[in-house]
């Protein structure tokens, strides 16, 4: 599979991840870490994730050192992570943050919101922005978001947009029953700092995928 590089150095490498594809190591060695390896012929450390049917910029270290620097700046919310997402209906308001308590349920592999915080809760908080509002091939009002995540939480954009009844196109987990469409989110904006120079870094691409979402049948 052909990688789309959109930096690389001594230290990192920055891509874009295609949807349907593991960002980390498997046991089939068909991950995208393992795709990267072979690439460069060394070691490549996962340091934060998207969801296998996400898909958007993400970077990987290349040395172990790197890895601790990336790991030590997601866990300070120090990489910061910016989303395109279609939700169903329109949010209401249009613009605000969303807090939530999550737990996730690792037998279920899903995530669901709680009242009151117990072992294995986690604190997950979002910013929005109510971008456009459109509608889709099958008639469906929805809404193009744009999404600055504050806190990694698994399926975390996912499971706090649809707790509030404006689940993700194409999201069969967290939304009607038989919809198993291309899920509608993309990370398309990541900065951060340089793990050994200290310089800002900053990535965006275009979500080309759009329209063929809203087109999907």
């Not at 891509?15 to 012929?41: I, N, W």
């Not at 009607?176 to 120079?197: E, K, M, S, Y």
Request: hydrophobic letters at 40%; charged letters at 25%; proline letters at 4%.
């Amino acid at each position: 599979m052909d990688i789309s590089v959109l930096f690389e150095d001594a230290h990192i490498i920055v891509v874009l991840k295609p949807p349907f594809l593991v960002c980390e190591s498997t046991s089939s060695k068909e991950g995208l870490a393992d795709l990267l390896a072979e690439r460069t012929g060394g070691y490549i450390g996962t340091v934060h994730r998207l969801d296998r049917g996400v898909g958007g910029v993400m970077v990987y270290a290349k040395t172990p050192a790197a890895a601790a620097k990336l790991s030590a700046a997601v866990q300070a919310r120090e990489l910061k992570k910016e989303y395109l997402a279609v939700v169903r209906g329109a949010p209401n308001p249009e613009c605000g943050e969303m807090r939530d308590l999550l737990f996730h349920d690792r037998r279920q592999n899903k995530t669901f919101v709680v009242e009151r915080k117990r072992a294995g809760v986690k604190e997950a908080l979002l910013e929005y922005d109510t971008i456009d509002h459109l509608t889709t091939a099958r008639g469906e009002e929805c809404s193009l978001v744009h999404i600055l995540l504050h806190t990694g939480r698994t399926h975390q954009i996912r499971v706090q947009f649809a707790s509030r009844g404006h689940t993700l196109l194409g999201d069969g987990k967290y939304g009607a029953r038989g919809d198993n469409r291309q899920i509608a989110l993309f990370a398309t904006r990541l900065a951060f700092l340089h793990p050994v120079t200290q310089k800002p870094m900053r990535f965006e691409v275009a979500w080309d995928a759009l329209p063929e979402i809203l087109c999907q049948k």
